[in-house]
Each structure stands twice: as C-alpha cells, then as structure tokens.
C-alpha cells in the first residue's frame, strides 16, 4: 500500500479541493440522503451512545443526525481538541448552547461546562475524513487527532462519513492510521473489501 507524505498531502489537496467545489444545493441535498441511510441504519438505532463531528461548511451535514440521536434519547458526544495538538477527547453534548466559537472559528463545546466521555462507553463514532478507499482506509487533515483517539474507543462501530467524490480506489497509510468499519455516502453505505 501507498505510504509517504507526499502522497497524502497531494491527495489531500486534491480533496479538499473537490469539497470546497460542491454547491450549497449539492450540499443540502447529499446531507439529507446520508441523513435518511443513517437514521434507518440498524447499528444507529441500536447505538445507546454516539459520536458525532461538527462538520464543516462543505462536509456532509451532521447537525440533523445531532438532531436524531438527541430525539431517540442517544447520548451524543462531540470533539474537544484538548491544549496538546493533535489530542482530543470526546464531550458529551445536550444543547446547541453547549457550543462556543473556538479556535480556527470552528464551533467546539464549552470547555467550562464539558462533560468528558469514557471512549470506551461509545457504541458508535461516526468520522469525518479527506479521503477514504474501499478497504475503509482513511485520510484525515494530517494532525492524528482520530488515530490517537478511535484505539480507545475499543467497542465503538466506525463509520467514515464522506461525499461519493472523497472515495478514491487506495489512500496512502501508515501503521497507525485506523481503518473503518463502514463507509457512508449520499449514495448510501458502502460494502468494504478486505484490502
């Protein structure tokens, strides 16, 4: 398999790039397809707690699968990037007011009223990434903050959460990138291969 920094970067770029060139429509419609697959989705509904990621402007949408799980009485936890880059622990989040603006103008939880999550406690974490393949291997933004965090999440189901374009036929990875258990587009989850 593929390994090295520049091919990373590279395909990182490439990425990103793809992302930030999706309409507000493209956008809105995709997230309300993942929306639909997710909810429906078996390990979801059976999931007593889960992991979500704020996402950005041009991710698949998050807040109404947030939405959900607080409605079926999930509990939900959110990153917190702790003062050590690269570290993050999960917060378990009630209430949109929960949420601060912080560093980079990324919405993030109080870390006055942070409640702290056993990761081993999660039945589900859904992850955001750059570029996933078949095999659920993934790319995120370079700084390790899920590879650190998901080996303590020992139970926890994984599924990356990206647009169809973000899924490339192999990611270049290294030993202790974290592979997925599932992958979930607006086209719907996707069969991983062993690879």
């Known amino acids: 398999m593929p390994s090295g920094k520049e091919a990373k970067q590279r395909l990182r770029r490439e990425m990103l790039a793809k992302r930030r060139s999706l309409s507000a429509e493209e956008i809105k419609k995709g997230s309300e397809a993942i929306a639909a697959y997710f909810c429906a989705w078996p390990q979801y509904r059976d999931a007593k707690s889960v992991m979500l990621y704020l996402s950005m402007a041009d991710e698949p949408q998050t807040a109404p699968l947030i939405e959900h799980a607080w409605s079926s009485g999930k509990q939900v936890a959110v990153p917190l990037m702790g003062e050590i880059y690269g570290v993050m622990e999960g917060a378990v989040l009630d209430s949109w007011d929960d949420l601060v ?87 719907g989850f996707r069969p991983l291969s062993g690879g």
């Open 101 to 187: 603006t912080g560093r980079l103008g990324l919405k993030m939880p109080d870390p006055a009223k942070t409640r702290p999550i056993d990761p081993a406690s999660i039945d589900l974490i859904v992850v955001p990434g750059v570029a996933f393949d078949p095999a659920g291997r993934r790319l995120g933004m370079g700084a390790g903050y899920y590879d650190r965090f998901l080996p303590q999440a020992v139970r926890a189901c994984k599924v990356g959460l990206a647009w169809s374009a973000q899924i490339v036929p192999a990611v270049p990875t290294d030993a202790h990138d974290v592979r997925m258990d599932y992958l979930l587009t607006e086209a």
